[in-house]
């Protein structure tokens, strides 16, 4: 068999169905054995970084049904496998697997400076879980085999494999027969499933049986380990309201009456308030990144905290713990809710104390949200949002592009399923929406997906409504055009004395955009067609675009100050 027959073979032997990317001369081989297997199904995106966010898709969604994947995307060597860094970056930061194989340039002219060399295994090696560079073709199959591993186990993260043009031609006897389903590779050094320590587990049990006001703070890991419902049992059993970082919303019901929503610089005032008091935070897969904790000699000086975490550099990284369970989400919750020795505590006067912060700012979010007009006189994105959200019955998946309509998206949508919320949160990469939602609704068919995106975001990857015409993806697409960068605009407004330097964009006709790429599309200006456009989008089989013209005024509170504590939260405008 030939390298590129072995590629194919691993791959396929990993459950893998579909292949985003896109050609050149350093990758060709390879694609030119899918296509004469057809065993693969090819999508091919306008933009190598779009590949790497649907791979994004397909590993994200699929986590939560029967059949979970890892994304696999393709490039050809120098500028396409260095237009995959941005992606691989931010699949890095928030702990998504994902395979990326770059073809490379013959290994008789490596570090010669040939046409369309880089050097891919230096460039993406800080940013990845692992790299590789087969030089032999006796070493392809495993190395697929050991990549797709280390992508998806423990915490979860790319991997690419550099394949020099030669090797994939090459020839071999030798033909592994690999399971992948159930064999380990042996990577010295590499942290398989750590157990959980029972004597840290009764240390915990303690901790949370003797708190008064206890927080959960739920992360990604409790959506990546697939254990909403178990989060929830535990949460009613023990009484303990639940706070969400960004990609933990979903995991359980957002109207639960356990769910505080999201925590951190635009969390709700619940969730703030309540972090700001408690006595005890248990911390489930989350990294305590700045977002979430603001000034860290502010944060939790008088709580105590039970940190699960499956990565063990995380563990009193940023926040010291006070009992740390390293092991996987799952195996946590599991012991935890069925801990014998845990103490249901009915904790009366600490959610009637969370119910009056709740009460806080609602009025006067309420108020906003049914005005639906910003003091220029356009649409809110938070009554856009208030409304897809009523019309869907939260039901449907959102994927979020970057910006202020990410977070009024994460704060305004009642989402009611598990897994049902994708964006980018680390690396904060404008333009992921799009794409992404593609992967998302190949591994999600039979479910409702809305791309939402500002125009800032939208314009980064337009190009990839190429990839919805040419495969007739049902993504409905929601552009909330506000005429500037609205997020950079509100720090503007609060912090910078409303010089708008940078912010504001002349937009092309995204009707005529549509109309090109063969969309069905409507603009909405009028409070009164917000309604209809979004039923009609929904019942529309097929992709759909609305443009929704928004209020550039529009802010979205509570803040905490970038570099600032919960004390300094800015509740109000005024």
Not at 194 to 217: C, M
Not at 373 to 382: D, M, N
Request: glycine share 10%; charged share 20%; hydrophobic share 40%.
């Amino acid at each position: 068999m030939k390298g590129t027959e072995l590629v194919l073979k691993a791959l396929i032997d990993n459950g893998v169905k579909f292949i985003f990317g896109y050609t050149g001369g350093a990758i060709m081989p390879i694609f030119d054995e899918m296509e004469k297997q057809d065993a693969l199904i090819f999508i091919m995106s306008r933009h190598e970084q779009g590949a790497v966010f649907m791979a994004q898709g397909i590993s994200r969604a699929s986590l939560s049904t029967s059949d979970p994947r890892t994304g696999v995307c393709m490039a050809t060597s120098g500028p396409g496998a260095m237009n995959l860094v941005t992606g691989i970056a931010d699949a890095n930061m928030d702990s998504v697997p994902v395979l990326a194989i770059t073809g490379q340039v013959p290994t008789g002219v490596i570090a010669t400076d040939a046409f369309q060399e880089s050097d891919v295994v230096g460039v993406m090696m800080p940013l990845t879980k692992q790299t590789y560079m087969p030089l032999s073709v006796d070493e392809i199959e495993t190395t697929i085999h050991e990549a797709m591993y280390v992508a998806s186990s423990g915490r979860g993260g790319p991997v690419v494999v550099d394949i020099p043009k030669d090797v994939q031609l090459q020839e071999t006897e030798n033909v592994c027969e690999f399971d992948a389903r159930s064999c380990e590779p042996q990577l010295p050094g590499f942290f398989y499933r750590p157990s959980v320590d029972l004597d840290s587990l009764k240390q915990a049990v303690g901790l949370i049986n003797r708190s008064e006001r206890p927080i959960i703070l739920c992360g990604h890991g409790v959506i990546s380990s697939n254990t909403g419902p178990q989060l929830q049992a535990f949460a009613e059993r023990a009484n303990i309201p639940v706070a969400f970082t960004l990609h933990g919303l979903s995991a359980l019901p957002v109207d639960h009456r356990m769910s505080l929503g999201m925590v951190g610089m635009h969390g709700t005032v619940e969730a703030n308030r309540a972090l700001m008091n408690a006595d005890l935070i248990i911390s489930l897969g989350m990294r305590f990144d700045d977002r979430v904790t603001g000034n860290l000699k502010d944060f939790a000086r008088e709580a105590a905290v039970i940190h699960v975490e499956i990565d063990p550099s995380e563990i009193d990284k940023n926040v010291k713990s006070s009992v740390a369970l390293n092991t996987d989400v799952a195996q946590a919750l599991n012991l935890l809710h069925r801990d014998p020795a845990l103490v249901s505590k009915p904790r009366t006067r600490w959610l009637a104390q969370i119910d009056a912060f709740r009460l806080e700012i609602a009025d006067q979010i309420q108020k906003e949200i049914d005005a639906g007009i910003g003091r220029e006189g356009q649409l809110l994105v938070k009554t856009i949002t208030s409304r897809l959200s009523r019309l869907t019955q939260g039901k449907d998946i959102i994927v979020g592009d970057v910006g202020q309509h990410q977070m009024i998206l994460a704060r305004f949508y009642n989402f009611q399923t598990v897994n049902s919320w994708f964006t980018s949160g680390g690396a904060g990469t404008m333009g992921c929406a799009l794409p992404m939602s593609i992967g998302v609704k190949l591994a999600r068919p039979d479910e409702r997906v809305w791309s939402v995106s500002g125009d800032g975001g939208f314009q980064m990857n337009i190009q990839e409504l190429g990839t919805i015409m040419e495969h007739d993806i049902d993504v409905k697409i929601l552009l909330m055009n506000n005429g500037y960068l609205g997020m950079v605009r509100q720090w503007q407004t609060l912090f910078y004395d409303g010089r708008y330097a940078g912010t504001p964009m002349k937009n092309p006709d995204y009707g005529a955009i549509a109309g090109a790429y063969g969309i069905p599309y409507l603009k909405v200006s009028e409070l009164d067609q917000v309604d209809d456009a979004i039923q009609t989008a929904a019942d529309h089989k097929g992709p759909f675009m609305l443009e929704f013209i928004c209020d550039p005024s529009e802010i979205i509170l509570p803040m905490v100050p970038a570099g600032g504590g919960y004390k300094e939260m800015i509740v109000s405008i005024d």
